[in-house]
């Protein structure tokens, strides 16, 4: 840029020179015409060059680029040298791009580009044999136009796309599809797809068998419980020496019962898809329940308090809610030693009610929180067989909250204690006139 600007001034300087001198020797009319002719001169150099350049940008071929001379000689090549470099990295591009295309044709998964406006800007081949979108015929058309399912749109328009969504396949009728949409961008979308259906099935089949064996098991294990409690109850059946095996057989049978009873629960809840039988639920009389089964549990070894707002209500499954808020409570009583406190608490939260279990117990660290409600789960292994606890409790308490579109939150610091709370959302609350007592 500086070699230009000093070319212009030494040419402007160079006719003004000539100028001068033909004026010195003739006079100044000569002298101006041939300053204007020099300028009309250097005008059309430059205006035939120009030209040149607007020609070429009509078909921009670098190997037709005009050479130039004087001044455009430096501006071809500048822009010679400029499209080589655009030349280079739109090929880098265009190979980046290719590679993107066939790496993305080579994931099993269907994944689909959404604008703001839920059109299809991009979508990959295994979108066609999972969604049925085709890019060269459907690229610019809302989703909703070819993928009619009624809980995809749902899940669309929620614009609540933690979780993922499973449904059949409208393609085919036996395949099972997990859609999760990913907000990215300005407003844009990402709907990934898969075909889960030998998952599905091969989880249909875990549960089967867990749900079979469990009922199998029930019958001898019933039996073998009946036959030991009638021999205990027989005055000198059991000789005195035996009496600690035969306590422990009886331990050990009733623990077996009760894992094969959660078994049984747990499995019921993860087949049904049919929503819980619901009603509106005595919320107090529930929780008085709940805290007499609390206090027999713990046969005076703990301080069990109730604080309960008995403004609230809730709908949902008497059954199952009580299973879920047993289960907290006697968690917190088998993890909190003798002489700990336990508080029940049930009230409002903004515009969420919440049920929270309150221990003075061991507490949790922080690493197993996350897994607390994975089926077998333990902290400790050796104190969960002395408590009896079966590492089902929990699971169990997910499904049916889930089942109710409610979440169990857990806060814990080792060796402090623990608080487990049900948040259960609005539309499950029943908000009451409580009759104030009269002075």
Same mark, same amino acid.
């Given at each position: 840029m500086q070699d230009v600007r000093w070319k212009v001034l030494w040419l402007g300087f160079t006719l003004l020179l000539a100028s001068l001198i033909v004026w010195a020797l003739t006079d100044k009319v000569i002298a101006l015409v041939f300053l204007c002719t020099g300028l009309i001169a250097y005008l059309y150099n430059h205006l035939y060059w120009l030209n040149k350049l607007l020609n070429w940008y009509k078909d921009p071929d670098i190997s037709t680029m005009p050479i130039g001379s004087g001044l455009w000689e430096n501006v071809f090549a500048a822009i010679y040298h400029e499209q080589r470099r655009h030349s280079r990295a739109l090929n880098q591009l265009n190979s980046t791009l290719e590679k993107f295309r066939l790496a993305s044709s080579a994931i099993p998964d269907a994944v689909v580009l959404l604008n703001a406006s839920n059109q299809i800007e991009w979508s990959n081949y295994p979108a066609q044999t999972l969604l049925g979108i085709d890019l060269k015929k459907d690229m610019g058309q809302p989703i909703v136009y070819l993928v009619r399912h009624? $809980?995809?749109i749902k899940y669309l328009n929620s614009h609540a796309f933690k $979780? &993922?969504?499973?449904?059949?396949s409208w393609i085919n009728q036996e395949s099972t599809l997990e859609i999760q949409i990913i907000p990215f961008g300005n407003n844009q979308k990402l709907v990934v797809c898969k075909d889960?259906? /030998?998952? $599905?099935?091969?989880?249909?089949m875990r549960r089967d068998f867990?749900?079979?064996?469990? &009922?199998?098991?029930r019958t001898p294990l019933t039996v073998v419980g009946g036959f030991l409690e009638t021999l205990g109850d027989i005055k000198g059946a059991v000789p005195e020496h035996i009496q600690n095996y035969f306590s422990m057989m009886q331990d050990q049978t009733n623990r077996m019962r009760y894992l094969i009873e959660d078994l049984l629960a747990l499995s /019921?809840?993860?087949s049904s898809a049919n929503a819980p039988e619901e009603s509106e639920i005595d919320i107090s009389a529930l929780l008085t329940m709940v805290l007499n089964e609390a206090k027999t549990l713990s046969k005076g070894r703990h301080e069990i308090t109730l604080h309960a707002d008995p403004s609230i209500d809730l709908i949902g499954s008497p059954q199952e809610f009580h299973s879920a808020f047993g289960n907290l409570v006697s968690n917190a009583i088998r993890y909190t030693p003798d002489g700990g406190e336990i508080s029940l608490?049930?009230?409002?939260?903004? /515009?969420?009610?919440?049920?929270?279990?309150? $221990?003075?117990g061991l507490g949790i660290e922080q690493k197993h929180i996350d897994r607390l409600t994975e089926r077998f789960y333990r902290v400790d292994r050796s104190r969960s067989r002395q408590t009896g606890?079966?590492?089902l409790g929990l699971s169990i308490v997910k499904h049916i909250l889930t089942r109710h579109q409610s979440r169990l939150e857990i806060e814990s610091e080792f060796g402090k204690g623990s608080t487990f709370s049900v948040v259960l959302p609005k539309s499950r609350i029943i908000q009451k006139k409580v009759p104030q007592p009269t002075a």
């Open positions: 009624l $809980d995809f $979780d &993922h969504i499973k449904v059949k889960v259906s /030998q998952v $599905d099935k091969l989880e249909h867990i749900a079979n064996v469990s &009922h199998e098991l /019921q809840l993860e608490n049930w009230k409002m939260r903004g /515009q969420d009610a919440v049920f929270s279990v309150v $221990d003075t606890g079966t590492g």
